[in-house]
Structure formats: C-alpha cells, structure tokens
Nanobody, 115 residues
Framework: QVQLVESGGGLVQPGGSLALSCVASGFSISTKAIQWYRQPPGKGRVLVATISSRGTTSYANSLEGRFTISRQNAENTVYLEMNSLTAEDTATYFC?????????WGQGTQVTVSS
C-alpha cells in the first residue's frame, strides 16, 4: 500500500528556514520521481521541486537557490529544505509520486511564514 507522509511544517519568521520530510512506504523512492508541491491559501497547487529516480533535481524557476530537494534512500524519505522564507512561501506543502499511472499524495504539511 503506497503511502506518503509529510512532516516538518510550522510557523517560521521571515528569513528563516524549514526542512520538510516526506516518508514513503509501499514503494522505493529510488525507483520513482517524487515531487513537492505547494498550495497557498485560496490558490491552486503548484509544483515546487522534483527529484527523479536517478536523483536529478529540478525546481520552479522562482525557487531555485532557496529550496533544495534531496532524498535518503535508506530511510525512503525525500526532503525539502527551504531557506530565506518569505510570506509568499506560506502554503500547504505536499509530496507526490506517480506510480503505475496513479498519482499518490500525502496529507500535506502547513508552512506559515509570519513575524
């Protein structure tokens, strides 16, 4: 049974950092691309970053340099490190994996950037 569980969200001051985790079960993250998405309040879900099965990473243009996606295969966990956070980064963050034509999502973790 495929499952993705995000954690690590919270309240952070502008300029701060957070590291999100996405723990996968039911498949090996080293065999699938994993995406991080975010959904700001009242807006649609947008792609933040991708790590391919080979470990290649890509980012939304506006986020590269501040966000880093990585994975730890032994822990079957994908991470999203976020730096220099601003209020515009406030959103619910989700991880996603496409397996066998089915898109699996976690429940999300809330990130709020506010002073």
């Amino acid at each position: 049974q495929v499952q993705l569980v995000e954690s690590g969200g919270g309240l952070v001051q502008p300029g701060g950092s957070l590291a999100l985790s996405c723990v996968a079960s039911g498949f090996s993250i080293s065999t699938k691309a994993i995406q991080w998405y975010r959904q700001p309040p009242g807006k649609g879900r947008v792609l933040v970053a991708t790590i391919s099965s080979r470990g290649t990473t890509s980012y939304a243009n506006s986020l590269e340099g501040r966000f880093t996606i990585s994975r730890q295969n032994a822990e079957n966990t994908v991470y999203l490190e976020m730096n220099s956070l601003t209020a515009e980064d406030t959103a619910t963050y989700f991880c996603e994996a496409m397996i066998g034509g089915i898109s699996y999502w976690g429940q999300g973790t809330q990130v709020t950037v506010s002073s």
